[in-house]
């Protein structure tokens, strides 16, 4: 993974207001769409490999922000990101399981 991509990851979590979240498949489709050209990101991955930078590389930013396309927080960080998300008031399901996406994503820009 080059550090474009990274950087680029990392910049648009890094937008994800509180109380919001975004997914990975969001970000990637952003990344492909959106990204200046001399930079080299597009076409670069998909949300396997946004998945990939927070996991290597998001302890700085609001990774449990993201989620799925389902709004399931990552596995292993489950129940902190749902504690996370919750302390932020981002709308959850009825479980307090998921995000409900419907009501709290962030498209960005």
Partial sequence: MDDAYLDAVLSVVERVP???????????????????????????????????????????????????ATGNPPARHRVRALDELRAEGCPLTADGARVRLRDAVWLPD
């Avoid at 109380?19 to 050209?37: C, K, M, N, Q, V």
């Avoid at 996991?55 to 922000?65: I, L, N």
């Fill in 18 to 68: 509180p109380g919001r979240a975004t997914t990975y498949g969001l970000i990637a489709e952003y990344l492909r769409d959106h990204s200046d050209p001399d930079l080299g990101v597009r076409d670069r991955g998909g949300p396997r490999q946004v998945g990939t930078v927070l996991s290597r590389a998001g302890g700085d930013v609001p990774w449990w922000r993201v989620v799925n």
